[in-house]
């Protein structure tokens, strides 16, 4: 089974410091990407990655960056944590082609204060 | 532009009885469809896609999909429901090239003992 792994379940920072979500998946995909799910706004993509050192803007990437060093993991940044990136954060990762579907970690819970 | 639509946020149905869940979608081209279902805390769980061939399309957990091109819907059922059914599901669309999965904004089904 493909497992991705999120390094934290919940998460509390405080406004203005430099956040760090990681994640990690062990199917050797080349896709990787990072979601935020709010309520009544579904899912919204935030980065995502095709390979190693690669990254593309999604649909809301404004206070967000990402590093992809190594093709398992894919980190997102918050620059400068502010109140209204509190959020559940989920990454997710999958192979190349477009039959084949995103497999998602359990997600952070993230708190701003 | 890709995007998904699914109209009722909320659906209710008594265990035993059939369940449906309502996913149109708009993309270019043919589209890969795919539904997910997203337990309390949890990430979201593939359950199934449509790539191309038989309009009915089965997954886990007893779970279905119908496609139908002429409506540009996929809508999810299962012929009867239990209440571990109770979730958040997503459906999700992408054209044929390998982009990141479009969600709608997920409808909550409660199944009702």
């Known amino acids: 089974d493909v497992k991705v792994t999120q390094s934290s379940r919940y998460l509390v920072k405080r406004t203005g410091e430099k956040v760090f979500l990681e994640c990690v998946q062990d199917?050797?995909?080349?896709?990787m990407f990072w979601y935020r799910q709010d309520p009544g706004l579904g899912l919204r993509l935030i980065y995502f990655?095709?390979?190693?050192?690669?990254?593309e803007k999604g649909d809301i990437p404004e206070g967000y960056s990402v590093s992809r060093e190594k093709k398992e993991r894919f980190s997102l940044i918050l620059e400068s944590a502010s109140t209204n990136q509190t959020s559940m954060y989920l990454c997710a990762s999958s192979l190349r082609q477009a039959v084949q579907p995103q497999h998602f970690g359990d997600g952070t819970r993230l708190s701003i204060l | 532009a890709q995007s998904v639509a699914q109209p009722e946020d909320q659906v209710n149905v008594a265990e035993g009885n059939p369940l449906t869940v309502k996913c149109t979608y708009s993309?270019?081209?043919?589209?890969?469809l795919f539904w997910y279902v997203q337990y309390p805390n949890r990430g979201l769980q593939f359950l199934l896609k449509y790539i191309t061939g038989d309009n009915l399309v089965k997954g886990s957990y007893g779970f279905e999909a119908e496609f139908n091109k002429s409506q540009t819907s996929f809508h999810l059922k299962k012929p009867s429901a239990l209440v571990s059914d109770s979730a958040l599901y997503f459906c999700a669309v992408r054209d044929m090239s390998p982009t990141p999965l479009v969600f709608g904004k997920g409808t909550r089904l409660s199944v009702i003992a």
């Open positions: 993309v270019s081209g043919n589209p890969y």
């Open positions: 199917m050797d995909h080349e896709n």
């Open positions: 990655s095709y390979d190693v050192k690669m990254k």
